[in-house]
């Protein structure tokens, strides 16, 4: 918890800069305090006296200051009821009055525990953890003044005459009463301060239930609590048309959708706006990559009072809050419903988008770009906050993201920038609060200040998918009974979480549905690759439809599959360069290198669309991006869902795959000359990243080979990628397709991905495993085995981790012996189960043995090996596997690498001439598990009696901090105490070091020596 503001700056705020007040006269005692002049006790009333003084003449204090003073004295408020709990509670310990008044004033003296009670901070409430953890983290602070005030009493002579109990009362009894009072008195700043109640997050399980009880859900929970604090100041007449604009926007459709039919309303920001859950990282806790991190956040629904709480604190005009979603999440949209939902008397909010600002500009340039924007005026900052008369501006910089992506800019410390702008305006009298927005995905490429907030906005569940479905059917219920169309069903939409799930794509789903029910139609057992062809097919229709309205049925399919080919294309611009988003020049080149027969030409005086603005168009379910630099609109584009790119590369690579057969099905019942069908389009395509790293298109490609090849085209089709995939890695002749570089790759890495990639799919259209000599089209398994070995190594040294890591598991290899001859096969298999026997080794003729009959679970941490030796063909990996299988077994089934090896450590000190202390410190303290620490412990025992008794005792107290089981220690205590010469002192008890050893002569009647 963070702790701003002291005791005594505290006081000073609340009185006033003259300090001459008659509220600081009466703590005038206070000055004194830290002083020695007064003693505790007359201070202590003094204190408790002010304190119920600032609050009942707090209302009147901030009445008629800005948002920003306001917020000010109240955090001093608070500080002053968290001490002043303190000092209420040590009166009622009586302990003052056994004190002579000379005591008292030696403990308030300049160096005595009143200096210490009101110099030090104070902890601060945070909307960001619950109330309880406040109370938790008071409670130590309070028992930390406690035992600043022992410390200073036990140096009196009243402490020797106190019983332990007298004592232990002071340590525990004082904090936990001053918690009880400090209770107490924040349900009186609430009571004044609404506020104050969201500043505590989840106090409404405490005792200001009663004060939050009636605040509303949703975000028009924010305008309900904030119009409840007393305010009469109003912003200029100029800041009226932002203002209005930003309440005008509540009755605007929630999103700006592609043209809709007649009657077909789209839910206005008002009506649809769902909350979304979100879960809050705390300030100083940043791994927001770190999706471990995350879960273990509590998923929240409360997040009106979250931002009221934030925007009524300190810490919001100290740092920026950072707002992270997928896209289609609905991070924009928060932006504009906090905009209409700020009350202007205390607020004045302000959207700047930042794809529309100078990109390199500064934070101040961006903000005064955003405030001409927003009243179609030039303003200038100082002017803007003088205009908004005490209101506190909040400034949302909404799309961080896009700067990041569109321009490629540096942004590293712009947050940090942000951060310092706030600082800087805050010291001028101009303070202001910062939200920020971000795609999750690239938020980790700018440093956070170190008291940022970070919320992440959570996918819809059920309850809310269903509450929006109701929104949509009421508000399109005259329009679907018109055209005899049922309402959108939910139990269709929720059958597709993936998509449902992001209020964007949610929206997607339900004008799908409203054009004939097509939602609803679909079979229940519709193949997910099947559902994304329906949609983008639909939608490709849609948009085609309305600018060429006079296609054929013909033409019209034509079309549609030319715009989902470059769709398509869009799709393998970002997969090929291995990113969820593309940059415009980057895919009008990969569109004039795959598609160079197209032209686009300029319609009148418009300028000519670029090749890439007319393949995005208007489909809903690609996001852009824009970012101004030197004037120049900069744009990229990325699918809402990645889903859709993985179908769309699995798409293309399936209607190249289904045309191929054609033609050699073609050709096998033509009695014309047989040409081979020419592979450059798929060499361009595939010959740059491994298919295998995206699961979803491994699935897409399968069921399409599947359902759109014919099994007997599908047989042809096997044969001739085999045939590809033994002649992958000669040189190949020159393309049209040449142009075509996403990536600046080597040759060996152009081979290795397109190989791979061969194998893949004549793996995925077989309808059974594939054996080495049909692979390779050889005669001899022999010739295969050795070519496997040889471009499986290839694979290994160019793919990267990431698709290694796919390919070996998603095609499974093994091998085996047929007829004295060890062959190998491969097949789409990702959770195999592992025979020992199937080990590379077993499988060489007549020298394995006896063969191991264990089988491994896929799930094994061994399976993984296994896998990987056995798609390697590797004879001394697998050696090695099975040399340390019995460790695997006994020990801990974690077999990987690490700068320092346990299983090394463990083989050395069982197999070493001679006990080593150190390794066995280090073993013992870095071993993986309790299991293994066991075992060495039985070594230990062993070898006790030839190490120093110092360093067995010292390793076994390693042990026992590890948590082992004292019994576990007893086998090496023994075999220390019989195995140590006479004269050395006793074994000391390992378990309470503060006990002495036991040396000779120590016992009565020890007649040694």
């Known amino acids: ?239 009226a048309v932002l203002i209005r604009s930003n309440a005008a926007a509540l009755k605007r459709p929630i999103v700006s959708a592609p043209r809709t039919p007649s009657g077909m309303a789209i839910p206005s920001l008002d009506q649809g706006y769902i909350d979304p859950a979100y879960r809050v990282l705390p300030a100083r806790q940043h791994q927001i990559t770190s999706e471990e991190t995350w879960a273990r956040l509590p998923r929240r629904r409360d997040l009106d009072t979250f931002l009221t709480g934030h925007l009524t604190l300190p810490q919001a005009t100290a740092s920026p809050l950072l707002v992270l979603g997928q896209p289609g999440a609905g991070k924009s949209v928060l932006t504009r419903m906090l905009a209409a939902r700020l009350p202007a008397a205390e607020f004045l909010p302000l959207r700047v988008e930042l794809r529309g600002v100078p ?194 049925d013909a033409d019209l399919e034509r079309a549609v599959e030319d715009e989902l080919l470059r769709l398509s294309i869009t799709a393998f611009a970002m997969f090929n360069r291995g990113m969820q988003w593309i940059a415009e020049p980057d895919l009008d080149a990969d569109l004039r290198a795959l598609l160079p027969q197209e032209g686009h030409q300029p319609q009148g005086l418009r300028r000519a669309l670029s090749r890439a603005e007319s393949v995005i168009g208007g489909f809903f379910f690609v996001h852009t991006t824009q970012a101004l630099r030197d004037d120049e609109r900069l744009k990229t584009y990325e699918f809402l869902h990645a889903t859709f790119g993985e179908y769309l590369v699995a798409r293309l690579v399936v209607r190249e795959l289904a045309d191929l057969a054609g033609e050699l099905a073609y050709a096998g019942s033509s009695r014309r000359r047989f040409a081979r069908p020419d592979d450059a389009y798929l060499h361009a395509l595939l010959s740059f990243a491994c298919l295998a790293v995206r699961a979803p298109t491994v699935d897409f490609l399968r069921h399409g080979l599947t359902c759109d090849v014919p099994a007997d085209r599908r047989a042809l089709l096997t044969s001739h990628l085999c045939e590809l995939f033994s002649e992958s890695l000669l040189a190949r002749p020159g393309s049209s397709y040449e142009a075509y570089q996403p990536v600046r790759a080597e040759l060996t890495a152009r081979h290795a991905s397109y190989s791979a990639n061969l194998l893949l799919l004549a793996v995925l259209s077989a309808d059974e495993p594939i054996e080495g000599a049909r692979l390779f089209r050889v005669r001899e398994p022999e010739q295969a085995n050795e070519r496997w070995r040889r471009i499986a190594r290839l694979w290994h040294s160019q793919l990267t981790r990431a698709e290694w890591d796919a390919l070996i598991h998603t095609l499974h290899v093994r091998h085996f012996l047929r007829d004295a001859t060890r062959s190998m096969r491969v097949a789409f298999d990702r959770d195999p189960v592992f025979a020992l026997r199937d080990l590379v080794f077993f499988t060489w003729p007549g020298g394995s043995g006896a063969v191991p009959e264990q089988d491994l679970s896929a799930t094994s941490k061994a399976a993984s090996w296994m896998r990987e030796i056995s798609f390697r063909d590797d004879t001394s990996l697998g050696h090695l596997f099975v040399d340390l299988l019995p460790y695997y077994r006994e020990i801990d089934e974690r077999l990987d690498a690490h700068p320092v090896s346990p299983v090394a450590d463990l083989l050395a000190i069982l197999l070493g001439d001679s006990p080593d202390p150190e390794l066995y410190r280090r073993a013992v303290f870095e071993g993986p598990s309790d299991r293994y620490v066991l075992r060495l412990l039985r070594q230990l025992a062993v070898d006790a009696h030839a190490m120093p008794a110092a360093d067995v005792l010292d390793i076994l107290r390693t042990a026992t901090a590890r948590g082992i089981d004292p019994v576990h220690l007893e086998p090496v205590q023994q075999a220390l105490v019989s195995g140590q010469p006479h004269d050395q002192p006793g074994l000391r008890p390992v378990l309470d070091p503060e006990l002495p050893a036991v040396g000779p002569n120590d016992v009565a009647g020890d007649r040694q020596p």
């Not at 953890?129 to 200073?152: C, K, S, V």
């Not at 799930?501 to 609803?520: C, F, G, S």
């Open 1 to 239: 918890m963070r702790q701003i503001i002291t005791y005594q700056d505290a006081v000073a705020l609340l009185g006033g800069p003259a300090g001459v007040s008659s509220l600081l006269d009466k703590a005038s005692s206070l000055v004194l305090f830290g002083t020695g002049g007064i003693d505790l006790f007359d201070a202590r009333a003094e204190a408790v006296r002010l304190g119920d003084a600032f609050l009942r003449g707090l209302r009147d204090k901030v009445k008629g200051l800005s948002r920003y003073d306001s917020t000010q004295r109240l955090a001093a408020a608070h500080s002053v009821i968290v001490v002043t709990a303190f000092l209420d509670a040590l009166g009622e310990m009586d302990v003052l009055r056994e004190l002579t008044p000379d005591e008292q004033r030696r403990i308030t003296g300049a160096d005595g525990f009143g200096r210490h009670l009101i110099e030090y901070g104070t902890p601060m409430p945070t909307p960001a953890l619950p109330f309880e953890e406040l109370l938790d983290e008071l409670a130590i602070d309070y028992q930390g003044r406690a035992r600043t005030l022992i410390h200073f009493l036990s140096g009196l002579r009243c402490w020797d005459t106190w019983d332990e109990t007298a004592r232990a009362r002071l340590g525990t009894e004082l904090p936990a009463r001053a918690v009880r009072r400090y209770q107490e008195l924040f349900r009186r700043l609430v009571a004044d301060f609404p506020e104050v109640a969201c500043w505590a997050g989840q106090v409404e399980h405490q005792a200001t239930r009663a004060e939050l009880s009636r605040l509303a859900h949703g975000l028009a929970g924010i305008q309900e609590q904030l119009a409840r604090i007393p305010s009469t100041r109003s912003p200029s007449d100029r800041l």
């Open 359 to 552: 990109a390199d500009g500064d934070v101040l340039a961006q903000i005064e770009h955003g405030i001409r924007a927003a009243l179609d005026e030039q303003l200038s900052w100082p002017e803007f906050v003088h205009a908004a008369e005490g209101a506190l501006p909040v400034v949302m910089l909404d799309g961080f993201d896009e700067l990041l992506q569109a321009t490629g800019v540096n942004q590293t410390d712009y947050l940090e920038r942000v951060a310092r702008f706030q600082r800087d305006q805050a010291e001028k009298g101009r303070a202001l609060a910062v939200v920020v927005t971000s795609r999750t995905a690239v938020a980790d490429r700018a440093r956070l200040p170190a008291d940022s907030f970070v919320i992440r906005l959570e996918p819809f569940d059920d309850d809310q998918i269903r509450r929006w479905a109701g929104t949509w059917n009421r508000g399109n219920g005259a329009y679907l009974r018109e055209r005899g169309l049922e309402p959108l069903p939910v139990d269709k939409v929720l059958a597709v979480r993936q998509l449902a799930e992001q209020p964007l794509l949610l929206l997607m789903l339900a004008l799908y549905d409203a054009d004939a029910n097509a939602l609803r139609n679909m079979p229940e057992d519709l193949h997910e690759a099947e559902l994304y062809e329906r949609l983008l097919h639909d939608f490709a229709v849609r948009e085609i439809g309305r600018t060429r309205p006079h296609l054929t």
